[in-house]
């Protein structure tokens, strides 16, 4: 999903085993919402996205109005 390393979060060269879960955690549920909604998955990691760009990739008309995507699985 992010390609590149350069925008993980490091610390003395290495990611922590806690920022590394956050990490593992952030792309589980974009590529869940991604799945579920259609949206196509950021190319940067999302601290580099604009807030148009947020928004644009996580609402839609179904959350806007309360509802969620149907599984497709």
Known sequence: MF???TGRPRRSGAMT???RLDH???T???L???IRSGHHPPDRPPH???EEQLIAF???EQTATGGLPA???
């Open 48 to 50: 580099q996205l604009s």
């Open 3 to 5: 390609p590149h390393t």
């Open 58 to 60: 996580w609402a839609d």
């Open 24 to 26: 593992d955690l952030l």
């Open 32 to 34: 869940d919402w991604a």
């Open 17 to 19: 085993a806690e920022v």
């Open 28 to 30: 589980l549920l974009v």
């Open 71 to 73: 599984w497709r699985g």
